[in-house]
């Protein structure tokens, strides 16, 4: 591999009107798990935050997460995947009913009693409901929120209403540093050398929107940002000329279905760091 690879990266101020048709080719469409059944389902989402979006009791500042609802009418059914940063353990995860601003009932619970491997930060789980509930859910998803709880937050950590989902962009309120070569033992990636990295994304969100920094480069080179599992493409990333730089670039990353990506070093090594400031569903 050479230096003549172009310097392919997405303006910032572009990717927040980014298709998310353009990454199918390497990321499935995205959504809460198919029934059993193979049903056809209302695809929902609700993006979760703490803060005074919890009613009455308040949830942490900081804490945020999405969940991915898939209603199932024939079925009488309804699936999440849901993912939460900032909150620690869960101890329940419901659909409640009520308006933004509101505390209502619970209408339909993805586990009263959480515990194990079910407390976070991501879960994927399929639930049966009352026909009657899924039809309003299903007519007027804005009337119904979904509420994290956690010990801390009994009264919950994070809500977000249900809406009808659709090809989005969100931004996290603070960037997420998920990957820093100086501070893991491996130190910096070297030539030709590929390295996968979790994202720690929501389940189901097709890719991430990174901001990756190159830092005590050596002579000249660059890295390529894929999705893992996928060919190397032929177009890197971000390029370096010279020893001791720091570049960065803000650019759009397919996943996998577990959320990774990888990161492929050309010529001659560098640290690399990694932080997500959004997702792309």
Same mark, same amino acid.
């Given at each position: $591999?050479?230096?003549?690879?172009?310097? #392919?990266?997405?303006?910032?101020?572009?990717?927040? @009107?980014?298709?998310?048709? $353009?990454?199918?080719?390497?990321?499935?469409?995205?959504?809460?798990?198919?029934?059993?059944?193979?049903?056809?389902?209302?695809?929902?989402?609700?993006?979760?935050?703490?803060?005074?979006?919890?009613?009455?009791?308040?949830?942490?500042?900081?804490?945020?997460?999405?969940?991915?609802?898939?209603?199932?009418?024939?079925?009488?059914?309804?699936?999440?995947?849901?993912?939460?940063?900032?909150?620690?353990?869960?101890?329940?995860?419901?659909?409640?009913?009520?308006?933004?601003?509101?505390?209502?009932?619970?209408?339909?619970?993805?586990?009263?009693?959480?515990?194990?491997?079910?407390?976070?930060?991501?879960?994927?789980?399929?639930?049966?409901?009352?026909?009657?509930?899924?039809?309003?859910?299903?007519?007027?998803?804005?009337?119904?929120?979904?509420?994290?709880?956690?010990?801390?937050?009994?009264?919950?950590?994070?809500?977000?209403?249900? #809406?009808?989902?659709?090809?989005?962009?969100?931004?996290?309120?603070?960037?997420?540093?998920?990957?820093?070569?100086?501070?893991?033992?491996?130190?910096?990636?070297?030539?030709?050398?590929?390295?996968?990295?979790? #994202?720690?994304?929501?389940?189901?969100?097709?890719?991430?929107?990174?901001?990756?920094?190159?830092?005590?480069?050596?002579?000249?080179?660059?890295?390529?940002?894929?999705?893992?599992?996928?060919?190397?493409?032929?177009?890197?990333?971000?390029?370096?000329?010279?020893?001791?730089?720091?570049?960065?670039?803000?650019?759009?990353?397919?996943?996998?279905?577990? @959320?990774?990506?990888?990161?492929?070093?050309?010529?001659?090594?560098?640290?690399?760091?990694?932080?997500?400031?959004?997702?792309?569903?």
């Amino acid at each position: $591999m050479g230096l003549s690879r172009k310097h #392919l990266v997405i303006p910032f101020a572009a990717v927040i @009107g980014v298709s998310a048709g $353009m990454i199918t080719n390497v990321m499935a469409d995205s959504g809460a798990r198919t029934s059993p059944s193979g049903a056809p389902s209302v695809p929902l989402v609700a993006h979760l935050k703490g803060g005074d979006e919890e009613v009455p009791t308040p949830g942490p500042a900081d804490g945020f997460g999405t969940a991915l609802v898939n209603v199932y009418g024939a079925e009488g059914e309804v699936c999440v995947e849901l993912s939460t940063t900032n909150i620690g353990p869960w101890t329940m995860a419901h659909i409640h009913e009520g308006t933004v601003g509101t505390a209502g009932g619970v209408v339909v619970d993805f586990g009263s009693d959480l515990s194990g491997a079910e407390t976070g930060p991501k879960l994927t789980k399929c639930v049966d409901a009352d026909e009657t509930v899924i039809d309003a859910i299903m007519a007027d998803p804005t009337g119904y929120y979904v509420n994290v709880h956690t010990a801390a937050y009994p009264a919950g950590a994070v809500r977000g209403q249900l #809406l009808h989902r659709s090809s989005e962009t969100q931004f996290n309120p603070v960037p997420v540093r998920v990957y820093d070569s100086r501070a893991v033992a491996e130190g910096k990636i070297a030539a030709d050398e590929t390295r996968t990295v979790d #994202l720690e994304l929501p389940v189901g969100v097709r890719a991430g929107i990174v901001t990756v920094t190159v830092a005590e480069t050596e002579v000249g080179g660059f890295l390529t940002v894929y999705a893992a599992g996928e060919p190397l493409p032929e177009s890197s990333t971000i390029n370096w000329t010279a020893d001791g730089q720091a570049v960065a670039t803000t650019t759009m990353a397919a996943v996998d279905v577990d @959320g990774m990506i990888n990161i492929t070093a050309g010529q001659n090594a560098t640290h690399v760091i990694v932080d997500v400031i959004g997702f792309i569903l």
